[in-house]
């Protein structure tokens, strides 16, 4: 299969941005009835995760806590002045996997994938790589 990228603009130095839809709206308009999407970030102080949807404040309690353990501004030795967007990325992980069963991202009731921004605002892109098995 292909490999289909999708531009993500976030509008914050610190982000989570659900990418669900537009990761389902591949995958249906692939025809892909069961198989597997690996979502992937290929940005150093961004990253993908997949958490609970329903509550926004979930959302604002994962940045808190990110936050809280990696500070903006710290003992870094990274010049660039963005080490804790580094750090955050690290801290989650640069790609996701989730099983398409049925044409339809096999996600938990409450959960959605989103874009981690660590050091926007900018313009991204995130991979999505869809792999049939029917
Ligand atoms: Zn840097």
New binding site residues.
């Given amino acids: 299969m292909t490999i289909s990228k999708l531009a993500v603009k976030s509008n914050k130095r610190i982000e989570l941005i659900d990418i669900t839809a537009r990761v389902q709206a591949l995958i249906s308009k692939k025809g892909i009835r069961q198989g597997l999407c690996i979502v992937y970030c290929p940005h ?2 961004a990253a993908v995760t997949i958490n609970e949807s329903a509550d926004p404040s979930v959302r604002q309690d994962i940045i808190n806590k990110l936050n809280e353990l990696v500070p903006e501004n710290g003992n870094y030795l ?1 010049a ?4 804790d ?2 750090i955050k990325s690290s801290l989650l992980s640069c790609s996701v996997a989730v099983p398409i069963s049925n044409g339809q991202l096999l996600l938990g009731t409450w959960q959605a994938i989103y874009f981690c921004e660590f ?1 926007g605002p900018r313009n991204r892109e995130v991979i999505v790589k869809l792999i049939r098995d029917d």
Wanted: aromatic letters at 0%; glycine letters at 10%; proline letters at 0%.
């Fill in positions: 150093t102080t990274h660039e002045g963005n080490s967007a580094h050091d």
